[in-house]
């Protein structure tokens, strides 16, 4: 159980593009979702925390208009990449945190999505 | 405020040998602590947490490690490294309040050799 999955697992796009990347939580509800990036051989830096239902509460230097991130539902956020350029080139990393349960308050996280901008 | 410190970015033991990775941890709230592995290219894995029942705390693949209050320390063991143990090790806070995001430490990379 508590299994996350993120879909696409690796991108590639052009700059100037948009990508969005989904982040499920496939047995669970998640009413919280964190959006984490990671530079090659770094450690993960949070983006975002997302709420369903609610505007999500990003950190500070992330920029909101090009980091958009839904959460529709409780078992879905999404995070899309504007206008990507290369420096967005990142490993980005959801985790969910189950509403309820055992695990209650635990985050669980995705396999990642490697984007690559040329 | 919340951070992690992980000392030494880069541990390399013999298999057989014991395992140590340390993380000190800064809260001003009672902290949970977590302890993640990564192998490259994926997702984190949980290796153990802590949630401020027993100090000590076992995890999977033979992982422990120990909240010491006094010391403000974390340090992951395991008495005898594998080769299947090589890889990256993040050491995490959070507060126990609910939706609280992680905050991770930078990381140490575990080599193991034959």
């Known amino acids: 159980g508590a299994v996350v999955s993120q879909h696409p697992s690796w991108v590639i796009c052009k700059s100037g593009t948009s990508v969005k990347i989904e982040c499920r939580s496939l047995?669970?509800?998640?009413?919280?979702m964190f959006w984490y990036r990671q530079f090659p051989k770094q450690s993960l830096m949070l983006m975002a925390t997302?709420?369903?239902?609610?505007?999500?509460?990003?950190e500070q230097g992330v920029e909101k208009d090009k980091f958009l991130i839904n959460h529709a539902s409780l078992t879905l956020s999404t995070l899309t990449v504007t206008s990507a350029h290369p420096e967005d080139s990142s490993f980005y990393i959801c985790?969910?945190?189950?509403?309820?349960?055992?695990?209650?308050?635990?985050?669980?996280f995705g396999p990642g999505t490697r984007l690559t901008v040329l | 405020a919340q951070s992690v410190t992980q000392l030494g970015s880069h541990v390399s033991v013999s298999e057989g040998a014991l395992v140590l990775l340390r993380c000190n941890y800064s809260?001003?709230?009672?902290?949970?602590l977590f302890w993640y592995v990564q192998y490259p290219n994926q997702g984190l894995q949980l290796l153990l947490k802590?949630?401020?029942?027993?100090?000590l705390v076992k995890g999977i693949n033979g992982f422990e490690a120990e909240f010491k209050k006094s010391e403000t320390s974390f340090h992951l063991t395991k008495p005898s490294a594998h080769m299947s143990d090589a890889a990256e090790y993040f050491c995490?806070?959070?507060?126990?309040?609910?939706?609280?995001?992680?905050?991770f430490g930078k990381g140490t990379t575990l080599s193991v050799s034959s």
């Open positions: 985790s969910a945190r189950q509403s309820s349960g055992s695990s209650y308050n635990e985050q669980f």
């Open positions: 047995d669970f509800q998640a009413t919280t």
């Open positions: 997302s709420n369903e239902g609610s505007k999500a509460t990003y």
């Open positions: 809260s001003s709230v009672p902290p949970y």
């Open positions: 802590y949630t401020s029942a027993a100090t």
């Open positions: 995490a806070v959070s507060g126990s309040q609910a939706g609280t995001a992680l905050i």
